[in-house]
């Protein structure tokens, strides 16, 4: 389908009504106070849409972009959402009405609620505002893109926005900070169930499909565990689902007022930690990491996407890790791939699910590409350790490459390797995986532009763009370059126009260069409490503007009546001056350490207690199977022999008297 630039949204007003007077009204209690000609109105959106009269048009366009530079200051996009000017909530429900506008404010107004979004800290005063924009973005998704005749570049935005917003959902949920919302979750149901009929039309655009995926899972997963009694999706059903819930609902269990993660993401916020604290575990916490791969095979893909973006964030930082992520991605591809051929034979697992952590791999690894620390980083997840051939190979035109073996699952290895299975009739994880590199090649070539000390990466990216677009002849990965073309905005090509520029707009964000960040950091202090510091922010009272400077003037003013300083009476001593107290870092890895151990220990125990289990269950068959076999040979023995007794058996003791006494002679 021919990819068109966003039309006129809903005219009458796309935000969803249950939420529509509410926030208007907070919006306006917040204005109230010192009124703006700048107000963002239902009544300033209809006359936006629908004024014909160029003079009042160019009036308005003038007010809203003025709404756009305000909400840019109350966003804080180039501080990162901090400053006494920074007000989240607000700011993300203006953005979201200037949203409804139709054009470039529309254009604009998405483009700076992603960018937000992403790089925004975890906060529990968010979350009213954030159920507000989830809303509104699955009205807009339900109610008015699914009833469009073909893909608008309007479409792609939202559902990276709600992929973002419902990840940091999950995130809350994970604290055990939803509690309270369960009002706003049932007010999302019966968009979740229009989704979920109609997020299949999305099936050729995988970067689109993935999030209503991840969005219909994380909900589905909330759900469950916040609303007991009600299920998202077909109500008659409501009984037969809990019978058969799969598997990623299965090990819903409360941990911390939570959800109890598995083995894997455990391992990867370890990871993180350790790269962070340049602490000596890291070499034995990949180590671990590596035993539980088998559980990036399983039905938890939800986990498995998060756990896979956390050790993302780690691989930016540290070599040991960007090997570990890409040796995990190609054990899991290989086991797939296996599977798949087993499946022609005989009834295997359904891995349906399997695309999904290969497209949110591929995306991790070109964010490594552009983002990492150091060139090397960059150029390990890009070409591979140290394969010459590979990336000459993926340069040279060839009409029919030969089947190689995944050996890398870089950037060149992955499309060496997809590409040599493409067909008609190939696997979903085969041509979903295809896109998504194209796809994200499309889009780092549009992020390098202009960017002298990446000249090296860019044009080698160019070239292998050149190779794929003049010999592929698929058309799902011809589309994967449309489609990305049309979410830039512009599909010219940068390196044809030498004077071209990066954009210098803040909120023109292609990839989310943050949220990563901010969940293994939130997911870190989960895991890993310390005395210094919360996981998120504490429930607190809503406080008045006013009351707020009011008791800041007096907590200062009550600071400075109790700092005072004291002076040591005494010298400290030899002893004191040899041992000296740990520093911060030191006790952060010596409690670490002292965690993963605990952790290891118990799973040690677990594993003991498994092989026990295992060597007695052996045993007992062993012992079976042999007394069937000699019950067996006694039966045959038995029919043919006509004796009852074993074999190399000697007869019964009064047999053998019976015997002598005939043996002997008479006298």
């Not at 709404?67 to 840019?72: E, F, G, P, T, V």
């Not at 087993?342 to 009834?347: L, N, R, Y």
């Not at 030899?574 to 670490?592: P, Q, R, W």
Request: glycine share 4%; aromatic share 10%.
């Amino acid at each position: 389908m021919p990819i068109k630039e966003s039309p006129v949204i809903n005219t009458s007003g796309t935000i969803s009504s249950s939420y529509n007077g509410k926030f208007l009204r907070f919006h306006l209690e917040n204005v109230r106070e010192r009124r703006s000609p700048f107000s963002i109105t239902k009544e300033f959106i209809l006359r936006f849409n629908e004024t014909k009269n160029p003079k009042e048009k160019e009036e308005l366009l003038d007010l809203a972009r003025k709404n756009i530079l305000r909400c840019k200051r109350k966003l804080g996009l180039k501080t990162l959402g901090t400053g006494k000017h920074v007000h989240l909530p607000t700011a993300w429900t203006e953005v979201t009405y200037l949203a409804q506008c139709k054009g470039d404010v529309q254009d604009q107004a998405l483009n700076m609620l992603y960018a937000s979004v992403d790089h925004a800290s975890f906060d529990y005063d968010h979350l009213p505002a954030l159920f507000f924009v989830a809303e509104s973005v699955l009205y807009r998704l339900c109610c008015d893109a699914f009833l469009k005749p073909y893909l608008y570049s309007v479409e792609i935005k939202l559902s990276k926005i709600g992929y973002l917003v419902f990840l940091r959902l999950f995130i809350y949920f994970l604290h055990g900070h939803l509690e309270s919302f369960k009002q706003h979750l049932l007010r999302l149901q019966p968009y979740l169930n229009a989704l979920s009929f109609a997020g299949e039309s999305y099936y050729k655009y995988p970067n689109i499909f993935s999030n209503v995926q991840f969005i219909l899972k994380t909900m589905e997963i909330i759900c469950k565990r916040e609303l007991s009694s009600v299920s998202i999706f077909s109500p008659v059903e409501n009984k037969q689902q809990y019978k058969d819930v799969d598997s990623d609902t299965e090990h819903l269990q409360l941990y911390q007022e939570g959800y109890e993660v598995n083995h894997l993401l455990w391992h990867c916020v370890a990871a993180w930690t350790c790269v962070q604290k340049n602490s000596p575990q890291l070499n034995k916490v990949l180590e671990h990491l590596i035993i539980h791969k088998t559980q990036l095979q399983k039905k938890h893909w939800l986990d498995s996407a998060l756990a896979l973006l956390v050790l993302g964030e780690a691989a930016k930082l540290n070599m040991a890790c960007l090997n570990t992520l890409m040796n995990l991605m190609r054990d899991f591809l290989l086991s797939i791939m296996s599977v798949q051929k087993e499946e022609e034979s005989c009834k295997v697992d359904d891995f349906s699910w399997a695309w999904n952590v290969v497209y949110t791999y591929t995306t991790i690894l070109a964010e490594i590409c552009l983002y990492a620390a150091t060139s090397d980083l960059r150029k390990t997840a890009f070409v591979g350790f140290c394969e010459c051939e590979s990336s000459q190979k993926a340069l040279l035109p060839v009409d029919k490459p030969e089947q190689p073996e995944l050996k890398q699952t870089s950037i060149l290895g992955l499309l060496d390797y997809f590409s040599s299975k493409m067909s008609d009739n190939c696997d979903q994880v085969i041509w979903i995986g295809y896109y998504g590199v194209v796809y994200n090649l499309v889009k780092m070539s549009w992020e390098l532009r202009g960017d002298e000390e990446q000249d090296g990466l860019r044009n080698l990216i160019w070239q292998t763009l050149r190779t794929t677009k003049d010999h592929e002849e698929d058309g799902r990965i011809r589309n994967a370059v449309n489609v990305a073309e049309a979410e830039l905005n512009d599909p010219t090509d940068p390196f044809t126009s030498y004077s071209t520029k990066a954009s210098s707009n803040v909120g023109d964000e292609i990839f989310s260069k943050y949220i990563g960040w901010r969940i293994a950091n939130t997911l870190s202090k989960l895991f890993f409490p310390s005395t210094e510091a919360h996981s998120l922010p504490l429930k607190k009272p809503l406080i008045k503007r006013d009351q707020k400077k009011s008791l800041n003037k007096k907590q200062d003013s009550m600071k400075r009546k109790v700092l005072h300083f004291t002076v040591r009476e005494q010298q400290p001593s030899a002893s004191e001056l040899k041992f000296s107290y740990l520093d911060f870092f030191t006790k952060g890895d010596e409690e670490l350490a002292r965690i993963i151990d605990h952790h290891w220990q118990k799973e040690l125990e677990i594993r003991q207690k498994e092989d026990a289990i295992c060597a007695d269950k052996e045993r007992k068959d062993k012992e079976l199977e042999e007394n069937n076999h000699f019950r067996e040979i006694m039966k045959r023995r038995e029919e043919k022999l006509h004796k009852q007794t074993r074999p190399y058996e000697l007869p019964p003791k009064t047999e053998v008297i019976s015997l002598e006494k005939n043996m002997t002679p008479a006298n």
